[in-house]
């Protein structure tokens, strides 16, 4: 403890998680990871966001939060190792605590899981295990699924496999096309995602095979319906 309040407010200010962000598009799920720690409903600073793609709008939203961004291709690099080196060496350099995908349009390898272990996150727009990979609202709309939903989930070299973090359902309608369940599906993400990375910085879990066990804290139910238990 210190008296100084410049000193303590720049401890306070170090002992914030930093996470780092990979996107390679949109980035409405950096924007709600950055909402969420603006409101105080997260407790982390975004230390780096890094896009694959320098045209990816994600980047300006990053930018006009007064985040550092990065633009590293992914191209030019001899095999997929060799890139995630490079993506290690930058997260690393910036002391991430956990790295959170957003729209990354990359598969990482197991160099990249093990820099950062049980500590990458994903979001995927399905109930994991059931429709992983791309385009996942369109393939639960054509397999016919009355339920889909919203998947957050520990990263491993195994697409969309790792364990899972938090889930949350989302009936599909009728009346659905891709476009309109994806719509609803994300508002979910954009609730779950940052609940997720603050669970995870909270501690108090660890992993029980394939699952996720949080000791102290119930989620069962989603924290916003709470009220429902
Ligand atoms: C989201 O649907 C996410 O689930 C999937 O990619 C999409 C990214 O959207 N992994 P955005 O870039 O966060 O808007």
Partial sequence: MTSDPAV???????????????????????????????EARLRARVAVVISNRAEAPGLALARAAGVETLV??????ADRAAYDDVLIEALGARRVQLVCLAGFMRRLGP??????????????PSLLPAFPGLDAQRQALEHGARISGA????VTPELDAGPIVLQEAVPVLDSDTPESLADRILAVEHRLYPEAIG?????G????GRRVVFEAQDVSLPAGRASDR
């Fill in 8 to 38: 303590a407010k720049s401890v306070e200010k170090s002992s914030v998680p930093l996470i780092g962000v990979l996107i390679s598009g949109r980035g409405s799920n950096l924007g709600a990871i950055l909402v969420a720690i603006r």
């Fill in 72 to 77: 590293l291709s992914h191209r030019g690099y």
């Fill in 111 to 124: 160099a990249f899981c093990e820099a950062f272990p049980n500590a990458v996150l994903n979001v995927h």
């Fill in 151 to 154: 998947t957050v989930h520990l």
């Fill in 199 to 203: 669970r995870l910085l909270a501690g």
């Fill in 205 to 208: 879990w660890h992993i029980e």
